[in-house]
């Protein structure tokens, strides 16, 4: 059982390369997530989708976009990397029913990606 | 407006102590979940427990116990007897069944267990 997996787990970039995360789920969820984590900070939701060929901004997308052209995979692309983007960034997915039936439901998350820009 | 609220930034305790993390939370739905996520110092995010808005019962697992409080939007955890293998960061999130789409999270509270 997979889950969420996440490539790569390391990255280091140099300031104006570009490179995509990826993000792929096997449990047929329908939404998936992108989270980035400052060090020691929270999660702040870059971008989400909510089932394939929808996507949606979160709280941060400035610098990065997303596609969902399946329902198994949601890569994260940055573009012109900055310093600022130096974070760890974790996918998440979930199967979103709402309501009573939704008491099952949780978020499952990737292992993580450490991505520097120098 | 912040959704989850979790006004503990950093907590130390001694090995053996109890101690208890909050988190606040806002919505105006009348169904939501709330979770609570470990991440401890390798940086994978554990799940924890999901309490579902119309189930108020507390709970309890081995030397964790969650506090519900619909009264005062609350949903509290406490360890027992704290051990070094606590110490990790604890984010608090809500989920709302009926309007919608995001996960939101707290802050998180870094909790150190002292040997």
């Known amino acids: 059982n997979a889950g969420v997996t996440q490539t790569p787990k390391f990255r280091i970039l140099k300031i104006g390369q570009s490179m995509t995360l990826q993000c792929t789920q096997d449990m047929n969820h329908n939404y998936m997530y992108w989270y980035r984590q400052d060090p020691g900070m929270g999660l702040k939701l870059i971008y989400y989708s909510v089932g394939a060929g929808i996507t949606d901004k979160g709280e941060v997308p400035n610098g990065y976009n997303v596609s969902r052209s399946t329902t198994e995979d949601f890569p994260l692309r940055l573009e012109l990397a900055a310093p600022s983007q130096t974070s760890v960034y974790f996918c998440?997915?979930?199967?979103?029913?709402?309501?009573?039936?939704?008491?099952?439901?949780?978020?499952?998350f990737g292992s993580g990606t450490q991505l520097s820009v120098l | 407006a912040q959704k989850v609220t979790q006004a503990q930034t950093e907590i130390s305790v001694v090995e053996k102590e109890d101690v208890t993390l909050d988190c606040v939370y806002e919505?105006?739905?009348?169904?939501?979940?709330l979770f609570w996520y470990k991440q401890p110092p390798s940086g994978e995010l554990v799940f924890l427990i999901r309490?579902?808005?119309?189930?108020?019962q507390n709970e309890i697992s081995g030397r964790y116990s969650w506090n519900f409080q619909k009264s005062t939007s609350s949903f509290n955890f406490t360890i027992t007897a704290s051990q070094v293998v606590d110490s990790a960061v604890y984010f608090c999130?809500?989920?709302?069944?009926?309007?919608?789409?995001?996960?939101?999270f707290g802050t998180g509270t870094s909790l150190t267990v002292i040997p």
């Open positions: 998440a997915s979930r199967q979103r029913t709402g309501g009573r039936i939704g008491a099952l439901e949780k978020l499952f």
């Open positions: 919505t105006r739905d009348t169904t939501y979940y």
């Open positions: 999130a809500l989920s709302e069944a009926n309007t919608g789409n995001q996960f939101y």
């Open positions: 309490r579902n808005s119309f189930d108020e």
